[in-house]
């Protein structure tokens, strides 16, 4: 600034009795002026943040002079509330913004919690009245590989419980006493000190803030905990290997973060896992030599059912079946929704010979079992193609019947495994779609053949919508989502069919599209015309491809 004046107006300047005045003056306004520009641009600048580091820098010193703090505040809610809280936006976009927004302004400012929470609090208020925000936030925190947070938020975890929780005791021994003196308040460091001691950094709260600021959101931690529980929950119930050291982890930064007592039911759920392991090991040990004590006895079963006594039946090689449990307390795991039906005659056998084993290992003890959660790994031989897949109990109960025979009425299935021929329908739909069953008639007149051969089957496991917390609950949730979406139809699951459909079976035609969602989507009572839209749709969003009339898979395609 002196060299520019002295450019100016020349060396004597300095000596005029009005430089230093006007030299403040002007320093203020290009500082303002920055500053302003740079506070016009604070979203982007977050956005694009720590790139942006070196600009909050320099917005830093600018406002060290101008004060430009209130300005700053509304100029970040204006810009927030007019680029950001859409209902466009991704909830797991939002809670990065706002992430990103504590780690900028800790540029800015020693001490981010009043600031932050004036500029985030219309944030805070949109967050709140969004149903998956707790759930974004906790998939993140567990380093869920299905959230876009996970990067930001279980990083965060580590450290905040690394290093900065605070344990307060008391010793009576002097060289593990306590220096209550750098508890005392201290001054706040500040330009002209910077040496000065700083209190929040002795109680270690500075760089915790991040956490503490998302679950001020709803006030208190009952909402993530119950959120927690859940997703542990859906979690241990798919872990067929028993492998929890990693739940085990998590669960030990959870409790350093929110506190032991709150989360003692996912420590028992966890134990459960383990527990369960060791049981099944020793069951397991068991069977294993009372088969080997039992080899002549066993080899004679074995000729007279064809294949260990698989309920009579020589489509079923029960020699290789084996059952493994996963035994949970009850009290302590979140109500967990149930299906009930009646399992294949094959399943209930060895079900209940583990239960008597069980019990003579844990009198008085006795199993309850909870069959729609389980999950059944099967090997199908189809003649010309064997198949590995994994499925629900009840869907491997539905298959396991046409074991027996290779048509079923819907209404005789149903009444074996205890469901109304609408639900059987939509229940038995994995396998149409995998092209192993196929469907003739329409109504309780339906009937479900197995499909002699078919070369494009798709069985490749269990869909992703099967797995976890939604397996439980999409059974429930679909009668409301029908009453919700197009008067009680989903276009959704009709164009999963339809790209199944077109995926196991030849080209085909409008009519014959028609004909088969008339079949087996519930509440189905479309015209032609309406599904001809909804395809024209899925051929622009290049799911399927018309040509001639007739529609068939993209795969086909390429």
């Not at 917005?59 to 970040?76: F, P």
């Not at 974004?136 to 279980?154: E, K, T």
């Not at 080997?292 to 000729?303: D, H, I, W």
């Not at 399992?343 to 209940?352: E, G, I, S, T």
């Amino acid at each position: 600034m002196d060299s520019f004046f002295h450019q100016c107006c020349g060396r004597s300047v300095s000596s005029n009795p009005h430089y230093h005045q006007w030299k403040t003056r002007i320093e203020y306004f290009m500082y303002h002026t920055y500053a302003s520009q740079s506070i016009s641009d604070f979203f982007d600048m977050v956005v694009d943040f720590p790139s942006s580091t070196p600009a909050f820098e320099d917005l830093k010193s600018c406002i060290a002079m101008t004060a430009q703090h209130q300005q700053l505040i509304q100029s970040a809610k204006r810009q927030i509330e007019r680029r950001l809280l859409k209902l466009g936006a991704k909830t797991s976009d939002i809670i990065r913004f706002m992430i990103q927004s504590h780690k900028a302004v800790n540029v800015l400012y020693q001490h981010v919690g009043s600031i932050v929470d004036n500029i985030c609090e219309d944030l805070k208020l949109y967050l709140k009245q969004r149903k998956d925000t707790v759930r974004c936030i906790v998939l993140g925190l567990i380093n869920d590989p299905s959230s876009d947070l996970a990067d930001l938020l279980y990083s965060e975890l580590q450290q905040s419980t690394s290093d900065n929780t605070l344990t307060v005791y008391y010793s009576s021994d002097e060289d593990d006493a306590v220096d209550v003196t750098r508890c005392k308040p201290s001054p706040l460091r500040t330009a002209s000190d910077p040496k000065a001691t700083d209190m929040f950094e002795v109680l270690g709260l500075q760089q915790s803030g991040i956490i503490k600021t998302l679950v001020s959101i709803f006030g208190n931690t009952d909402f993530f905990i119950t959120e927690y529980r859940s997703i542990l929950a859906a979690r241990l119930l798919q872990c067929t290997d028993y492998e929890v050291s990693n739940e085990v982890v998590i669960l030990e930064l959870l409790k350093l973060r929110f506190g032991e007592t709150a989360l003692q039911p996912c420590e028992v759920m966890l134990k459960d896992i383990s527990d369960s392991k060791r049981i099944n090991t020793h069951l397991t040990s068991t069977r294993e030599n009372e088969r080997r004590n039992k080899t002549g006895e066993q080899s004679r079963l074995t000729s007279e059912s064809g294949g260990g006594g698989g309920d009579d039946n020589p489509n079923i090689d029960s020699s290789n079946c084996q059952i493994t449990s996963g035994l949970i307390s009850y009290l302590y795991w979140p109500q967990l929704q149930v299906d009930k039906f009646e399992p294949h005659p094959l399943v209930k056998r060895m079900q209940a010979e583990y239960a008597a084993q069980y019990t003579k290992l844990k009198a008085p003890r006795v199993l309850k079992w909870l069959q729609s959660l389980g999950i059944v790994q099967l090997t199908l031989d189809l003649g010309h193609k064997k198949l590995d897949t994994t499925v629900t109990t009840l869907q491997a109960t539905l298959i396991l019947y046409f074991t027996e025979k290779d048509e079923w009425k819907c209404s005789e299935l149903a009444e074996k495994v205890g469901f109304s021929c609408e639900v059987l329908t939509k229940k038995i739909q994995y396998w149409v779609i995998a092209g192993i069953l196929m469907p003739v008639g329409t109504g309780d007149e339906t009937t479900f053949k197995l499909v002699e051969e078919n070369d494009n089957l798709d069985v490749g496991g269990l869909p992703d919508d099967h797995h976890g917390e939604q397996a439980q609950m999409e059974d429930d949730e679909d009668d409301d989502k029908q009453n919700e979406q197009d008067n009680g139809f989903d276009w959704k699951v009709a164009g999963q069919f339809i790209t199944g459909m077109l995926t196991n079976l030849p080209r085909q035609t409008l009519a014959n599209i028609h004909t088969h969602l008339q079949w087996l989507v519930p509440g189905y009572n479309r015209t032609e015309e309406q599904v001809y839209e909804f395809l024209q749709s899925m051929v622009q969003d290049d799911l399927i491809v018309c040509e001639d009339g007739t529609h068939y898979s993209n795969k086909e395609a390429k």
